[in-house]
């Protein structure tokens, strides 16, 4: 153990893609932990898709790294000193180590590993991947038994948890991957029922294509990582009442190749960053409900609580004028026509 | 009671806006009713601006209206002869007439209505826009108590239905709605907390300052049944874990003023006209089920029933590159920096 430690700074802020020199490799001493605290020797860092994010200092679900601060990142490490109830000296541990060769993590930042594991699997398919792929899929991709999933960047760590995860529970599974090495894998390793190469396809006309004939019943779960083009070819693909967690963008991460007068880049960014839920709903879809309503609110229109207003045009004849005028929001309340 | 009916029928597909040519007012005999059928003579027609969507003969959630079809709607009327079960002479009723003086409608598809109220709020208030705010509020805005609602269109049928259930589950709602009047209706007659002129905005920014001063804590359920420039002034004031219930996209209908680069009004469209759900989500918010997690999924890694694929680069010193390669879809399987 030297005394001096390595890090990873952020240099600049990338403009689209990053580039090397974005980054600086400095040494420094090594702190000394504080009551409560424990110093790891870091022998695994992780490297995730959303540290690009933080490399901005535009708004997001976490605050940006600052100039010249350490990059932020998991890292897996060994325990050299201990402050902190819990934890000994040789303990294998993970926490927010950022990139760097030694961390001060509080007892609470750190969590203790299983060592029957290799302990990078705490970065990945045990870590905070696999858990967005598990929780992602339980809660918002609500997988069924024969239904289709696509799911982008497939083997990547949250791509494969979640093709396997969907693959149990009886979906036909699709990868979509680039080159042929990966969709090899996709299928062999991950047990995906067809693999798509999206270096193969320059359109999203040709991806789409690709993507129809690998799901022929279209698609239930789209999982949204990587959207740009990909996105682009599955929507016209999806099933009624179908899933898309969101919990990735790679493709539009740089923020370059968007135009302008492109709305979805920004929107799709305020669903993920926001963690916001959008569904669409047709009214028809609920008709089945139509006495429950009328039991619960018709009673409340009958005695006034619920009040409306109608605006009446007369005559059959006169309905385009009224519709017409309605769509340009003409009308004040419920527009009717009385024959 | 005459031998001819009135009807109106699509003459043509509106190209923008409707106009009064694209439909056109006809007569022809009265028909008889078959077996399990009964003949109504309406009374009232219901406009709403789904049928706008029927014009075109784009794929929607329903089946186009044909050229020379009778517009599809909703009306109330009277049963003048009927040869179904369970209706007779004189019942008032409500079914799918379309935009015509009389109908024919099987047994099943027409509904006998409640003498107590007023056979128009059939159409409106207890009718499908009804509906649609009591089910979509329910379901997809899961309304709590101190939230803050935003609604378009307020004083419409689907508008001042949310307005208004929402207001008694005890949340801060703000109307939107064009010119003073329909503001004035949205506080005084459906109790909104707050109501918005959108005819005093001619932009997006200006109306957004002025939803910011009507929802100082955020919004947390944002009603879309407009689009357009409402979307884009209040999607940046989402609270986390907000909703968007899509239900329509009025702005959008026409088809004009949207750039072929713009592929939101796309993307939004068929949200709703598929029903999708679309979660943004991030895993942090999920590392309190990660004891869980491992459970269930920790013992499948260690069996080898979980596959999973690391690509690991060696030195801190080489982070950075990694990283950036990562970015491009240059690694296979988790990333990992081994120090």
């Given at each position: ?310 605006d009446v045009a007369e005559g059959l004849k006169n309905a385009p004028e009224a519709f017409i005028a309605m769509l340009?929001?003409g009308n004040?309340?419920?527009q009717i026509v009385k024959l």
């Amino acid at each position: 153990m030297s005394d001096q430690m390595s890090r990873i700074t952020l240099a600049r802020r990338p403009e689209g893609a990053p580039v090397p020199d974005d980054f600086k490799f400095e040494t420094c001493d090594i702190p000394s932990p504080g009551d409560g605290e424990v110093l790891i020797e870091v022998t695994h860092l992780s490297l995730d898709p959303y540290m690009r994010g933080r490399m901005d200092d535009s708004e997001s679900y976490a605050a940006s790294v600052e100039l010249g601060e350490t990059m932020t990142g998991q890292g897996v490490g060994r325990v050299l000193e201990s402050k902190a109830d819990g934890f000994s000296k040789g303990d294998t541990v993970t926490g927010m180590t950022g990139w760097a060769s030694h961390a001060i993590l509080s007892g609470g930042e750190a969590r203790k590993l299983d060592d029957r594991l290799p302990p990078s699997t705490a970065l990945g398919v045990l870590g905070m991947p696999g858990l967005t792929g598990w929780a992602g899929l339980k809660l918002y991709g609500k997988p069924k038994k024969g239904e289709t999933l696509v799911v982008g960047a497939a083997t990547g760590p949250v791509g494969s948890m979640v093709g396997q995860l969907a693959k149990a529970e009886g979906l036909r599974t699709v990868a979509i991957a680039g080159g042929e090495e990966k969709c090899r894998i996709a299928t062999e390793k991950f047990g995906f029922d067809a693999a798509i190469d999206h270096h193969a396809h320059d359109s999203a006309e040709s991806l789409r294509d690709a993507v129809s004939e690998a799901a022929p019943d279209g698609v239930d779960i789209y999982w949204e990582n990587v959207a740009g083009p990909l996105l682009e070819a599955v929507l016209p693909l999806m099933n009624q009442h179908g899933r898309i967690p969101l919990c990735g963008m790679v493709a539009w991460y740089d923020g370059k190749n968007i135009k302008d007068t492109n709305q979805l880049p920004s929107v799709w960014r305020a669903i993920l960053v926001n963690r916001l839920q959008v569904t669409g709903f047709i009214s028809f879809d609920h008709f089945d409900r139509m006495d429950e309503f009328h039991e619960e609110v018709g009673p409340k229109v009958a005695n006034g609580e619920i009040a409306y207003l109608e605006d009446v045009a007369e005559g059959l004849k006169n309905a385009p004028e009224a519709f017409i005028a309605m769509l340009k929001g003409g009308n004040t309340g419920k527009q009717i026509v009385k024959l």
